[in-house]
């Protein structure tokens, strides 16, 4: 449901160019960070408040800063983009209360699917200099990376394991009504 | 579909050579499988030595896994692992690692041993060192112990349960081709 903040009804999809989707995961000490060039998201809001987001994010635009990096996470043993090119987000609500949001939906990757939940924050609507009506949206959440078949992993040579299974991810979107 | 074979042992009589000559019989119809039998010519992995100066086996064995739509690797096991020359072979065809022509292709490992494992081990090595390089490989596994039992003295596999299990094998084979050609079609 829709409250506080009155959104327009209406379809808003992202600009491409501001906004993102990043992922952060523990890697032996520090927390390794990467990115997806392409986020495809649309919100829709019904006249009665409520809302929905779909989104999709292309694999093949992930964004590390190794190409011997970026060639595994397409790789089978990571994302296996060539027989799952996209990550899709299926939104069921997104309920806004002022400037916070909650969103619920399902997330596929790798032909994986998890109900997930995400709070986030809401700026806007605002009227851009060209006459368009713009909104800001921005997620967080957590997900375990192995529910969705990310399973890959190295042992350390005194314990453990190379990688985290917690992988936080975050997106920014910045929609125009259509 | 095209299969290149690739024995890991150098052995004249090789059973493993073997084992990759009874796939070629098993295939299912239409495919067909060629055996990759330089591996003794490419030298020691030397990165200095790469790129525009690889030696003219290191191309042939390149040229030949981009070539074919699935990748059959038949090792023994020298000291619970895969031999030195297909491990070097391996690192070589791996180079340049982000976009190598073993990324992506379908791949299965399989092997014998005279001993009573069936060179398990090595398979189990074969499959993550493939794994890392960025083929789609097989989660399964192909051991076949006590090969003087199972190889006729002409070299033939003379045993209709391993028959059977390497016809399973190279029929998911098949599937993971037909899979990533379908994949590829999509996102064409």
Wanted: no cysteine; net charge negative; aromatic share 6%.
């Amino acid at each position: 449901m829709t409250t506080a903040t009155a959104i327009p009804a209406g379809t808003y999809t992202t600009d491409g160019v501001h906004s993102s989707a990043g992922f952060a995961v523990k890697h032996m000490l520090a927390t390794f960070r990467g990115s997806f060039a392409t986020v495809n998201a649309q919100v829709t809001v019904d006249e009665d408040g409520s809302a929905r987001l779909q989104g999709t994010v292309p694999v093949g635009s992930v964004i590390v800063k190794d190409e011997n990096l970026q060639a595994h996470l397409q790789s089978p043993e990571f994302f296996d983009a060539e027989q799952h090119p996209e990550i899709r987000f299926d939104g069921l609500d997104l309920t806004i209360d002022g400037p916070t949001a909650t969103l619920t939906g399902d997330l596929t990757i790798k032909g994986h699917t998890g109900r997930v939940t995400a709070e986030g924050s809401v700026v806007g609507p605002i009227e851009d200099p060209f006459g368009n009506t713009k909104l800001g949206l921005q997620f967080e959440t957590v997900v375990d990376r192995t529910k969705f078949g990310l399973n890959w992993n190295a042992p350390l040579p005194k314990g453990g394991f190379m990688l985290a299974n917690d992988v936080t991810i975050s997106v920014d979107l910045e929609l125009a009504q259509s | 579909m095209r299969v290149l074979g690739i024995s890991g042992s150098l052995r004249r009589d090789s059973y493993n050579s073997g084992l990759l000559r009874a796939a070629a019989d098993l295939l299912p119809p239409g495919a067909e499988l060629e055996v990759f039998d330089a591996l003794k010519a490419i030298p020691p992995y030397d990165a200095h030595a790469d790129g525009d100066l690889a030696p003219a086996p290191v191309h042939a064995l390149r040229e030949a896994i981009a070539a074919a739509d699935a990748v059959l690797v038949a090792t023994p096991e020298y000291n619970a692992s895969v031999p030195g020359v297909l491990k070097n072979a391996l690192d070589w065809a791996s180079r340049p690692h982000a976009t190598n022509p073993l990324r992506g292709k379908p791949t299965a490992v399989i092997g014998t041993s005279t001993g009573m494992f069936g060179a398990v081990w090595a398979q189990a090595d074969a499959r993550k060192i493939l794994s890392t390089i960025g083929a789609r490989v097989l989660d399964r596994e192909l051991p076949v112990p006590e090969a003087a039992e199972r190889f006729d003295a002409g070299g033939m596999l003379r045993d209709t349960e391993v028959e059977a299990q390497l016809s399973e094998l190279l029929a998911e084979l098949g599937d993971a081709v037909e899979a990533r050609e379908a994949a590829l079609a999509r996102a064409a």
